[in-house]
């Protein structure tokens, strides 16, 4: 959409006017779907012209950016969405990065096994077994971006059918960077 056919900030001062106590704005209009980079103007300009809470959402992928955002946009707070897929430690990150200007190290590999095996159980548990095993294999996938580029290890874990062989393939998997 062109930035002269946006409103948020109409429909904002709206929705202040109607009670609305916070306001999450998205960098990205409808019509963008998920394409290109989120835009942040707009964000600045709602947070500009209302009294509220204006909380900035939009290709916030790590602690760095989100520093940027709230620089720029004046935002009171984020959302961070599809980053943290595969990535809950990344709240942590930000929060760390935000309070002392400090980039957290890594997480160890130890501690992603533990959180993503924790993560596939209680999917299991809460899924049920038939269930449990075809969701996680999305967020096992979303986890193992950065550790399994060749996808073999993914295409592997995927065929899988049985919950407990998910997490006895998961140990297998991360013996080998023992």
């Not at 969405?81 to 809950?88: H, V």
């Not at 899924?127 to 073999?152: C, F, M, N, T």
Request: glycine share 6%; proline share 4%.
């Amino acid at each position: 959409m062109e930035p002269e056919h946006r409103n948020c900030v109409e429909i904002a001062q709206l929705a202040e006017e109607c009670g609305i106590q916070a306001l999450t704005i998205h960098g990205r209009t409808r019509a963008c779907l998920f394409n290109g980079d989120a835009e942040y103007d707009s964000i600045r300009a709602v947070k500009q012209k209302v009294s509220i809470p204006i909380i900035a959402n939009g290709d916030i992928t790590d602690p760095l950016k989100a520093r940027a955002v709230l620089d720029y946009t004046g935002a009171d707070a984020l959302m961070i969405g599809r980053a943290a897929q595969g990535r809950p430690w990344i709240f942590r990150e930000i929060q760390h990065y935000l309070d002392t200007g400090e980039l957290l190290p890594p997480l160890p590999l130890a501690e992603v096994k533990r959180l993503l095996c924790a993560h596939v159980r209680e999917l299991h548990d809460f899924y049920g077994q038939a269930k449990g095993y075809r969701i996680a294999r999305k967020h096992v996938s979303w986890y193992l971006q950065e550790h399994a580029p060749d996808d073999q290890f993914r295409r592997t874990f995927n065929a899988i059918e049985d919950a407990s062989e998910q997490l006895e393939a998961l140990e297998a998997y991360f013996e080998n960077f023992a």
